[in-house]
């Protein structure tokens, strides 16, 4: 199974704050890297697919970027909706699997 | 606006058969465009993909739980279901049901809530 770390595991940051996570995967997978954002109760929501690509209706203060192992989410400005879990999806081989997660919360 | 719903039993009695059902709506199941998928997170834990279901009856498991798990969909009520069998306290877990693009980039971009399963007697 391929395994994808995450870092950090929390982060505390500022409304207007610039935020990064970095997802790394034990072996290349090319652009297959999927992001999600999750709240307590509610359903999580697909932000970022194939490493960049921006899903629909998704604010463009979020981007991602890089490809084989190493890929990352930004924030631009932290919004106060903005503060959940973010995952990683490897979507080049089943088992799909999932990084960790990152909490953000505010400072 | 594509939806789905997860129902089921919130508690399972160790040994047995956990079955959860997903409805969909705002979309059909039938659409050949995509998968239906069942994702677990067990509490403190992360996310781990079960298995996927396609219109055709086709279906496809983790083989971590192949054995146990089986996954249907039925295309008259826009609905999936997911059977995990053999249950133990390690299957307590939120459960969630997801529509994957079959466009060969595999993004989970329509989730359930989730229900949460605990297994205990």
């Known amino acids: 199974d391929i395994q994808l770390t995450q870092s950090p595991s929390s982060l505390s940051a500022f ?11 034990s072996q ?13 109760g509610k359903a999580p929501k697909l932000l970022i697919y194939t490493a960049s690509v921006l899903q629909s209706g998704v604010p463009s203060r979020f981007s991602g970027s890089g490809s084989g192992t190493d890929f990352t989410l930004s924030i631009s400005s932290l919004q106060p909706d903005d503060f959940a879990t ?3 999806q490897q979507s080049q081989s089943i088992p799909f699997t999932f990084g960790p997660g990152t909490r953000v919360d505010t400072k | ?25 705002g979309g059909s ?4 465009a995509y ?12 996310l781990e993909w079960i298995g996927s ?29 997911l059977k995990v069998m053999s249950v133990t306290a390690a299957d307590t877990a939120m ?3 997801a529509r994957r693009s079959r466009d060969g980039y595999n993004h989970f971009d329509f989730w359930g809530q989730g229900t949460l399963v605990t297994v205990s007697s």
């Open chain 2, 35 to 46: 998968y239906w998928d069942w994702i677990r997170q067990p509490p403190g834990k992360g």
């Open chain 1, 86 to 88: 973010y995952y990683c």
């Open chain 2, 1 to 25: 606006q594509v939806q789905l719903q997860e129902s089921g039993p919130g508690l399972v009695k160790p040994s047995e058969t956990l079955t959860l059902t997903c409805t969909v709506s």
């Open chain 2, 53 to 81: 279901g396609y219109y055709t009856g086709n279906t496809y498991s983790n083989p971590s739980l192949k054995s146990r798990v089986s996954i249907s969909v039925d295309l008259s009520k826009d609905q999936f279901s």
């Open chain 2, 29 to 32: 199941i039938s659409d050949s």
């Open chain 2, 95 to 97: 459960y969630f049901c």
């Open chain 1, 28 to 40: 290349s997978i090319a652009n297959f890297v999927n992001w999600y954002q999750h709240k307590p």
């Open chain 1, 15 to 25: 409304v207007g704050g610039r935020v990064s996570i970095t997802c790394r995967a």
